[in-house]
T-cell receptor
């Protein structure tokens, strides 16, 4: 069975600095998607970034980028120039594309941004 | 207005009561999901539906039931609520894009916080 592990329950970063959130996963599939979702205090879940496993190029979205290491089954999120609005819970997620398209979520990392 | 709407947003109830959480969406998506969020456990899938006639159990379906009344509506019921069902519940939708590709993005409602005393 697939699993997603976020080993950092909580992280802190100084405003304007860079922080990296870790995620590892386990799967025997070769084709899948990986995601980072953000959950601010408003509790609305918002997609931050997506990576298709067949793509070697790391995804980027403005200040957010990922380091996707398929062989190591690692998918970390880098937030550059951290802003107060980045403070939130971040969830790593895996979706299999073999037919069921079910998601597996990690347990989350709470990011605090210090002014 | 939100594309995925959940009601109620917050609810406090007593053990043994029947509770229904409702979800409606205007995104036109066929796929709908109910998740439960607990601190330290992330989101876990309760039930999912790929169309009106297709309902599937997720990893933690015991104690829950669902109804897909229409493409746009997917309700979650707790027949006899118990305290360990206290959690934040999310409805979500997903679908294929115009090119027939499942982009994988889940579109979430704002969550229903349920407290069972």
């Amino acid at each position: 069975a697939q699993t997603v592990t976020q080993s950092q329950p909580e992280m802190s970063v100084q405003e304007a600095e860079t922080v990296t959130l870790s995620c590892t996963y386990d799967t025997s599939e070769s084709d899948y998607y990986l995601f980072w979702y953000k959950q601010p205090p408003s509790r609305q879940m918002i997609l931050v970034i997506r990576q298709e496993a067949y793509k070697q190029q790391n995804a980027t979205e403005n200040r957010f980028s990922v380091n996707f290491q398929k062989a190591a089954k690692s998918f970390s999120l880098k937030i550059s120039d951290s802003q107060l609005g980045d403070a939130a819970m971040y969830f790593c997620a895996y979706m299999d594309t073999s037919g069921t398209y079910k998601y597996i979520f990690g347990t989350g990392t709470r990011l605090k941004v210090l002014a | 207005d939100a594309d995925v709407t959940q009601t109620p947003r917050n609810r406090i109830t007593k053990t043994g009561k029947r509770i229904m959480l409702e979800c409606s969406q205007t995104k036109g998506h066929d796929r709908m999901y109910w998740y439960r969020q607990d601190p330290g456990l992330g989101l876990r899938l309760i039930y999912y539906s790929f169309d009106v006639k297709d309902i599937n159990k997720g990893e933690i379906s015991d104690g829950y039931s669902v109804s897909r009344q229409a493409q746009a509506k997917f309700s979650l019921s707790l027949e006899s609520a118990i305290p360990n069902q206290t959690a934040l519940y999310f409805c979500a939708t997903s679908d294929f894009d115009s090119g027939g590709i499942n982009t994988g993005e889940l579109f979430f409602g704002e969550g229903s916080r349920l407290t069972v005393l």
